[in-house]
Every structure is written in C-alpha cells, then in structure tokens.
C-alpha cells in the first residue's frame, strides 16, 4: 500500500514538473506590454524578459523611469510613459502598442503598476483618498486591459493582472484593499468571458515584498495625521499613531526584497503553454489564505488583537 502510494505520488510530481516547463513556441517574436516599469515588479520582469530575447513594451510613470529602462535593457525594449488615471494617456498608449505590434497582435498585457498611499485608519482619510488608490489600482488597470483587448484577441494572448493578499485579506485601512478586491472580480469575470477567444487570464497575488510602492509609508501616515481635525486626534490619541506606524514597521522588516520570485511567476503565466489562473509567490501565501478560510468572528478578533487600542476606546 504505501509503495503504491509512493510510486503515485512520484509520478504525480514529475507529471506536474514537466506539465509546468512546457513553454510556448516563438517566444522571441511575441511582444509584451507592462505597466509600472519604472521601478520594482514591472522593471524586474521588463529586464528578465528582455533579457530572453521578448519584445518587451515598457510603460513608465515618468520620463526619467524610461529613460533608465532603456539605458539598461536591449534595443528590442521600447518605452513609453503612461499616466493610468488620464484615460487620454491610456489612449495613446493603446495606439502606441498598435503601432508596435502590427498584424502580430499583443500576447501580453501585465498589468503591474500600481500605488499604496495614502492608507491608514478609515476615519483618517477622505473620498478621495480612496479614490486616488481605486482610479489607479482598478479603474485606470480596466481601462488599459478594454483598450488592448483587440490586440490581445487577434494574437490569442495573455493577460497577467497583478493584485495582492490585500485582494483576500484586508490589514489595513483606506482604498487599497478595495480596489485589489474589485481587480479579484474584475479578473475572474475577464478570464471567463475570454476563454473562447483564446485569451488566458492569471492573477499574481505577491506576499509581502519591498518596492518604491510601500516605501515610506510612515511618513506619509504621519503626514495625514498632522492634517487631522482636532477632535479626532483626540479621539485616537498620539500613542495610537506610534502603534500604527509600528505596525507598519513589522510588516515591512520582515518583507522580502527578492523581487525574481515574483516576476519568475509573471514569466509562467506569459511562457508557460499551461499558465495557472493564480499565482501567489512569497512565504506568507499558504498562512494568508487559512487566515481568510477561517470564521469572520476569528479573523476579525486575531486582526483587532493587532490593531493599536484608541485612547477614547469603550
């Protein structure tokens, strides 16, 4: 008996070893455009995949970020700059990977870019700081992916949406888990209704990881606080802020700077000739996801347990 379940298990893990290596043919002559390349996921992955020979069309937020890319990537690598909230920059970026791509169409679109600030306590913060994240994060990644659609249909490509563990748990307060469960939806929904075109949908749920976008964030959490009525300051109190920022703190010292764990996955889901529909690299995932299986009334008491105690608490 356990012989037979030794020799299952065996084949079990070298069938998924090759199902996993099988990758697509003509990667070279395949064009990828990614979001958010000036600094962290996006440029990592634009520099891998560059690296292999793929035509890569880099997005950057500001000139400068292109202007690096290109210094240190190949001739193949394109850049151009992209501001996701202005739907005529979006536009125009549509129009520049049409040119790009020609008759091939676009294999694939990864959605990468996007911004944690200002996140903080609810109470702390307006509608539009929440719609800052949300426009962004969700608004302006849907405007991109509607725009390209075509593109993507006539070369039977693949999206790669990047979200988050803050799409299946919420730590912390303000728009950014909001619009990562809104790009949950809007995923899942996009992967269906491709599937008879062709189109392969993947969502990336990195763990905890250090990028430009969750840098200095206590700084800006302190800078709200500054900008805070008086009777709300009264009501958390200043030990409440430095609870908050320590928090901050923890999460952020005990992240991963290794940044090729996740664009390996990135690569996967654009190579791979079976591409998983999720991917979640780092070593929280496997803790993230029992903590979200469990009753609302546990994870909320194990989340209130970590969350600082107002001053004005009942």
Request: hydrophobic fraction near 40%; aromatic fraction near 12%.
């Amino acid at each position: 008996m356990w012989l037979y379940l030794a020799v299952l298990g065996a084949f079990s893990f070298l069938y998924q070893w090759y199902w996993k290596r099988q990758t697509v043919e003509n990667l070279t002559e395949k064009f990828v455009f990614i979001t958010g390349c000036d600094s962290g996921f996006g440029n990592h992955l634009a520099k891998q995949l560059d690296g292999k020979g793929m035509r890569v069309l880099a997005a950057c937020h500001r000139k400068e970020g292109a202007e690096l890319l290109k210094k240190t990537t190949s001739d193949r690598l394109k850049t151009t700059v992209l501001e996701l909230t202005s739907t005529e920059s979006v536009a125009a970026a549509a129009e520049w990977v049409k040119q790009c791509v020609g008759d091939k169409g676009l294999w694939g679109l990864v959605n990468n870019a996007g911004t944690t600030k200002p996140s903080g306590p609810n109470e702390w913060l307006t509608k539009d700081d929440f719609a800052k994240l949300i426009n962004v994060n969700l608004l302006g990644l849907i405007d991109v992916t509607l725009q390209l659609l075509p593109l993507l249909k006539r070369a039977r490509g693949r999206v790669v949406n990047v979200s988050s563990l803050g799409g299946r748990v919420a730590l912390f307060g303000g728009g950014y888990s909001p619009s990562k469960y809104g790009l949950e939806a809007f995923s899942n929904t996009l992967r269906q209704e491709l599937h008879h075109f062709g189109v392969r949908v993947s969502i990336i749920e990195p763990g905890f990881f250090i990028t430009n976008a969750h840098r200095n964030s206590e700084e800006t959490l302190r800078d709200i606080w500054k900008h805070l009525p008086s009777h709300l300051k009264e009501s958390y109190g200043q030990q409440y802020l430095e609870d908050y920022c320590n928090r901050y703190n923890f999460v952020f010292k005990h992240a991963s700077e290794d940044l090729r764990v996740v664009s390996d996955s990135m690569e996967h889901a654009l190579t791979s000739t079976y591409p998983h529909t999720r991917y979640m690299p780092g070593f929280i995932s496997p803790l993230i996801l029992l903590f979200n299986s469990l009753p609302d009334t546990i994870t909320d008491r194990l989340v209130i347990w970590c969350y600082p105690k107002p001053a004005q608490a009942i």
